[in-house]
């Protein structure tokens, strides 16, 4: 059974964990935890199509494993001075732990809203220039790679990103790679392609979510009426019986009074 720096070298074909996370060997609490946020968030079982999700989930489970072990400053520091980590009852923990509830302990859910005023601050931000730079370096100008590992971006954003890099390149901050100016037309084609198919199928994955949704709330909506209209019952029954038994009630007192007794009378 594999061991976890064998599984980081499946799944991420890398056994260094701060190089998985992208992150520095001297990174704070807070940066493995935002690193591993965002990194988790691209293999999150729920977040990916259904032939994916197999992978995602041991992906997610390696990841989750990293932070464990990064955030924890015993095991950090064990990490880091023998530079791996072969714990006798690590496969078992990878296998048995609840990863998913070990993810809710540590971020709450994001809503659409919050996603989407993300989306408009990373734009044009430090970070998204950081993380662009990170794509091309690592497979030398491949716009495939720089489209899947840069987040909120898409084919019809390629312009845009294109003249960031190539100012970064024309500045020195990045050397020009063969790849960047030499893509063929048919690779361009075959990503806007796929791109499209894969828009498609998330605005139908989308539209059988809300479906579900609706179900679930007109579902909820159907119990709870249910529920109000059994106890409306149940009480109008107990109003009823109360009521019966107070017309009883005043029936026996007033309206069938007991005859009087004859007073006896004596004989003279």
């Not at 970070?127 to 497979?139: F, H, I, N, P, V």
């Not at 909820?220 to 059994?230: H, K, Q, T, Y």
């Amino acid at each position: 059974m594999s061991n976890l720096t064998e599984l980081c070298e499946k799944f991420f074909k890398c056994r260094d964990f701060y190089e998985i996370l992208q992150i520095s060997r001297t990174a704070s609490e807070k940066e493995v935890r935002k690193a591993y946020h965002k990194l988790s968030l691209q293999v999150h079982p729920d977040r990916v199509k259904d032939d994916e999700k197999l992978d995602a989930t041991e992906r997610f489970k390696v990841l989750g494993k990293i932070h464990s072990i990064l955030s924890d400053s015993e095991k950090r520091a064990v990490y880091n001075s023998t530079g791996k980590w072969e714990e006798d009852d690590d496969t078992d923990d990878m296998e048995t732990k609840d990863w998913g509830a070990y993810w809710r302990s540590l971020f709450r859910e994001i809503t659409v809203e919050e996603i989407n005023s993300y989306e408009k601050k990373y734009k044009g931000s430090a970070e998204e220039t950081a993380d662009l730079k990170r794509a091309y370096m690592s497979r030398q100008g491949d716009m495939d790679h720089i489209l899947e590992a840069v987040p909120f971006t898409h084919t019809a954003e390629e312009p845009r990103l294109r003249q960031i890099i190539d100012e970064l390149i024309a500045n020195g901050d990045l050397p020009e790679f063969p790849e960047w100016n030499n893509e063929s037309p048919l690779k361009k084609e075959r990503r806007r392609r796929r791109w499209e198919r894969e828009a498609q199928e998330a605005a139908r994955l989308e539209a059988q979510h809300e479906k579900q949704r609706k179900r679930r709330s007109s579902s909820a909506v159907a119990e709870l009426n249910g529920s109000l209209e059994v106890a409306l019952l149940e009480r109008k029954k107990q109003r009823e019986s109360q009521m019966d038994n107070l017309l009883e009630s005043l029936t026996a007192k007033y309206c069938n009074p007991k005859p009087k007794k004859r007073s006896s009378t004596r004989k003279k």
